[in-house]
C-alpha cells in the first residue's frame, strides 16, 4: 500500500469501512488504497463482502461507518448521482428501450453536455461496435452488451471504474475473450479499474493488484504474482489455485530454513516464508511445484529436496498436463500436476516418491479446526 | 459445405410440416373461442345493427325492418350534449385514476417487499362486493349531511354547497369504480422493471426524478397505456354512476341509451346511440394509442 500521493492523483481510499445488515457484519472495518490508475480486483467467494464494498464506493450502499475518499475529496455521503464513479453492472442493466447511442450518450446527457455525438461514437470504435450504434439491446449478444455496459460507465471519465462481476454471464470462451478486452481498454484509457470477482482466474490474469476477502476483511493483498507464491492464510492458500498442506510441528533450524516435523517425516522451509516461527505450522506446496518419482528413479532426487511417499489413486490425463492424485503414507489426498514431456504415465497403485524444492514451501499460521 | 447442403434442406422440409401441423392445432383449439363470440358477440351485434335502422309503425314500441338512417342524426342532434359529458367525466377520470394508481403500482412493485401480495389482495378486494352496491355506498360517503361535504363546507371549499348529485360526484364514482383496471396494468408493467436500471441511471448522474421520467416512465408506458384505456373505454359507456351519484343534467350517453331502451322503448335511436359510441372510442383509441407510441407522450 502506498501513501496517498496528493491532490491531482485521484486514489481511492477506504478508511476503516464498516457496513452491517442488522446482526450481520458484511464489511468489516476495511482500509485499503486503491491507487490511481491501476487495475484492482476484490477477490472473494460469494458473501465476502466484495460486492457490498462495492455499492458503497457507488454509493448504492451507505456504510454503516468509515470513510470513503477520493484523491483528498470525501464522497462518503455525496449522492451516487452526483459522484465521479461509474459501475458496470452485473447483468449490464442497459436501458432496454433506448438504443446503444442513447445508452452510451445517457450520463452525458445527464450532466448537459450538448454535443455527444463526437464522444459517443469513439467510445463505441474502442469498444468495437461502431456498426451497431443504432440497435437496441435486446439485439446484442451477451458479449455486446458488455461492451456497451463499460462504453456507458467509461465515457463518463470516471475517476474509478467500477465492475461487477462483469464477466459471470459469459462462457467461458467469451470470458477469456473479454478479460484481455477488458484488459486492453484499461491500458489504453488509464482508468482506475476496480473488478469484483470470485473468479480467481480472472483475477489474476487482469489485475495488477489482487485483494482476497473473506468474511468482510482483506486477508492478503498484492500484485497477482505474489500472493500466489506466498500465500499469508489457509483460506488464500487454497481460494487462489490450490495448496498441498501438512501440519508439523518447528524442530529447529538449519541456516535460512526452519525444519519442521510431519507426519511423513522432517521438512524445510526457507524462515522468510513462513508466517510462524515456532510451535504448530501449516507447511503447504502447489501441485505444479512437485515432482514424482518412482521406483528406480528415486535415487536421482536432490538430498536438499523435501519429500514425501504414497501411492497413486488417480490420474486424470488433460493433454498438456496430467494431475495425479496421491494418497501419502499419513492418509492425506495430495494433489500433483505433471507436465506431460513423456508418454509414460503412473497408474493407481503405483508407489511413488513426491518431492519439491524447500524455496517453494510456505508455512501458514494453523486454521482453526485443523 | 456442399456435401450436408441437401441435409440441411431435407431437414426444413420435414420441420416445415411439423409447423404446418401445429398451426392447424393451434385453429383447431381455438374453435371454441371463436364459436363462443361468434353467438355472443357478432350475432348481436348484426342484429343491433339493424335495430338501428328500423322504422317506426305508428304504435309506439313496435318497428318494421327499414333503413332510416335518420335514426343515427336523431341520436346525434338530440344526444350529443352527452356524447360530450361521457368522454369529459370519463377522461377526467381516467387521469384521476392514473394519478392515484402510478404512485401506488409503484410502490407495491418496487418497495412493497413481502407486503407486496397482500396489497394486490386489498386493489381487487372491491371486486368482491358488487359494482351497484358500492356505487350506492359513495352516495351515503359524499351525501350532503356526510363527513366529506361538511367538512368541505366548512372549509368554504364546494362552489355548490355539495358534492352528491354534481359532476364531481359522478367522476369520483368512475374514477373509484375504474380505478383496479388501472392498477394492475400499470403493476404488470412496473413490476417487470428491473430496478437495477434505477440505480444504473443513478449511477450515471441522474437524479431520482431524471431517472424516473427518462427510465422508468418510458419503460411502464405499456401499462400506462392499456390501464388509461381499461379505465376510459368502460367508463365512457357507463350509466350507473351517472345516475346514482348525478343530478338529470350530468347523464352520460349511457344513460341516454338506457332511457330509449327502457323508458321511450325507442329501440332505433338507442342502438344508433351504441353504435356510434362503439365508433367514437375505437377512434380515440386509435389517435390515442398512436401518440402514446412516438414520444409526445414522454
Known amino acids: 500500500m502506498s501513501a496517498p500521493s496528493g491532490d491531482e492523483v485521484q486514489d481511492l481510499r477506504l478508511v476503516n469501512l464498516v457496513k452491517s445488515f442488522g446482526d450481520f457484519t458484511a464489511v468489516d472495518e476495511l482500509t485499503l488504497t486503491i491507487p490511481a490508475g491501476s487495475f484492482f480486483a476484490l477477490l472473494g467467494p460469494s458473501g465476502c463482502g466484495k460486492t457490498t464494498t462495492l455499492r458503497m464506493v457507488a454509493g448504492l450502499e451507505a456504510p454503516t461507518s468509515g470513510q470513503i475518499m477520493l484523491g483528498s475529496t470525501d464522497i462518503t455521503d455525496e449522492k451516487p448521482y452526483r459522484r465521479h464513479v461509474n459501475t458496470v453492472f452485473q447483468s449490464y442493466a442497459l436501458f432496454p428501450h433506448l438504443d446503444i447511442f442513447e445508452n452510451v450518450a445517457f450520463g452525458l446527457r445527464r450532466r448537459g453536455i450538448k454535443d455527444v455525438a463526437g464522444p459517443v461514437n469513439q467510445m463505441l470504435e474502442l469498444v468495437e461496435l461502431g456498426p451497431m450504434a443504432r440497435r437496441k439491446p435486446a439485439q446484442l449478444s451477451g458479449g455486446q452488451q458488455q461492451r456497451v455496459a463499460v462504453a456507458r460507465a467509461l465515457i463518463n471519465q470516471p475517476g474509478v471504474l467500477l465492475l461487477d462481476e462483469p464477466l459471470g454471464a459469459l462462457d467461458l470462451k467469451l470470458r477469456r475473450q473479454m478479460q484481455i478486452e477488458l484488459k486492453r481498454i484499461q491500458t489504453e484509457v488509464g482508468t482506475t479499474f476496480v473488478h469484483v470477482t470470485h473468479d480467481q482466474e480472472e483475477a489474476m490474469t487482469m489485475a495488477d493488484t489482487v485483494a482476497v476477502m473473506n468474511k468482510g476483511r482483506i486477508e492478503q493483498m498484492g500484485p497477482p504474482v505474489e500472493i500466489y507464491d506466498l500465500p499469508k492464510t489457509a483460506f488464500v492458500a487454497n481460494f487462489l489455485g490450490q495448496s498441498n498442506g501438512v501440519v508439523g510441528a518447528v524442530q529447529g533450524r538449519s541456516g535460512d530454513d526452519l525444519i519442521v516435523g510431519g507426519p511423513g517425516g522432517s521438512y524445510n522451509v526457507p524462515a522468510a516464508r513462513s508466517t510462524r516461527q515456532e510451535g504448530e505450522i501449516l507447511l503447504g506446496v502447489r501441485p505444479e511445484k512437485l515432482s514424482i518419482a518412482t521406483g528406480g528413479s528415486t535415487s536421482s532426487v536432490p538430498d536438499r529436496h523435501n519429500r514425501a511417499t504414497g501411492k497413486v489413486t488417480d490420474a486424470s490425463f488433460t493433454g498438456v498436463s496430467t494431475q495425479y492424485l496421491v494418497m501419502t503414507t499419513w492418509g492425506d489426498e495430495w494433489t500433483v500436476f505433471e507436465q506431460n514431456r513423456s508418454v509414460d504415465l503412473l497408474h493407481p497403485g503405483d508407489e511413488v516418491v513426491i518431492h519439491w524444492a524447500p524455496e517453494h514451501t510456505f508455512g501458514l499460521d494453523v486454521p482453526a479446526g485443523q | ?298
Not at chain 2, 383496471?181 to 404488470?188: E, G, N, R, S, V
Open chain 2, 1 to 298: 459445405m456442399p456435401a450436408l447442403a441437401p441435409v440441411a434442406g431435407g431437414a426444413k422440409v420435414s420441420v416445415g410440416a411439423g409447423v404446418q401441423r401445429r398451426a392447424r392445432t393451434a385453429y383447431l383449439l381455438l374453435l371454441p373461442g371463436i364459436a363462443w363470440l361468434g353467438l355472443f358477440f357478432v350475432v348481436p351485434l348484426v342484429s343491433l345493427f339493424f335495430t338501428s335502422l328500423q322504422s317506426p309503425t305508428g304504435t309506439p314500441g313496435v318497428y318494421q325492418p327499414g333503413f332510416e338512417a335518420a335514426n343515427y342524426l336523431t341520436a346525434i342532434s338530440d344526444y350529443w350534449p352527452q356524447f360530450v359529458k361521457s368522454f369529459i367525466y370519463s377522461g377526467i377520470a381516467t387521469v384521476l385514476a392514473l394519478v392515484i394508481a402510478y404512485p401506488l403500482a409503484y410502490f407495491i412493485a418496487f418497495k412493497a417487499g413481502k407486503w407486496r401480495a397482500l396489497l394486490l389482495v386489498l386493489v381487487v378486494a372491491p371486486f368482491f362486493a358488487s359494482f351497484l352496491l358500492r356505487t350506492y355506498a359513495w352516495r351515503t360517503i359524499l351525501a350532503d349531511e356526510g363527513f366529506i361535504t361538511s367538512t368541505l363546507n366548512a372549509l368554504h371549499l364546494l362552489p355548490e354547497g355539495r358534492i352528491l348529485n354534481t359532476p364531481i360526484a359522478v367522476i369520483t364514482g368512475l374514477s373509484y369504480n375504474f380505478l383496479p383496471f388501472m392498477i394492475l396494468p400499470l403493476y404488470a408493467a412496473l413490476e417487470r422493471i428491473d430496478p437495477r436500471l434505477i440505480e444504473a441511471a443513478g449511477d450515471l448522474y441522474a437524479s431520482p426524478f431524471t431517472g424516473f421520467r427518462k427510465v422508468v416512465w418510458p419503460l411502464s408506458l405499456p401499462g400506462v397505456v392499456a390501464g388509461t384505456l381499461l379505465t376510459f373505454i368502460p367508463a365512457s359507456g357507463d350509466y350507473i354512476n351517472a345516475t346514482l351519484l348525478g343530478s338529470p343534467q350530468d347523464r352520460m350517453v349511457g344513460n341516454a341509451i338506457q332511457i330509449n331502451f327502457l323508458q321511450f322503448r325507442d329501440y332505433p335511436v338507442a342502438s344508433a346511440l351504441s353504435f356510434i359510441l362503439m365508433a367514437i372510442i375505437p377512434a380515440l383509441v386509435f389517435v390515442y394509442i398512436r401518440r402514446a407510441g412516438t414520444e409526445d407522450l414522454v
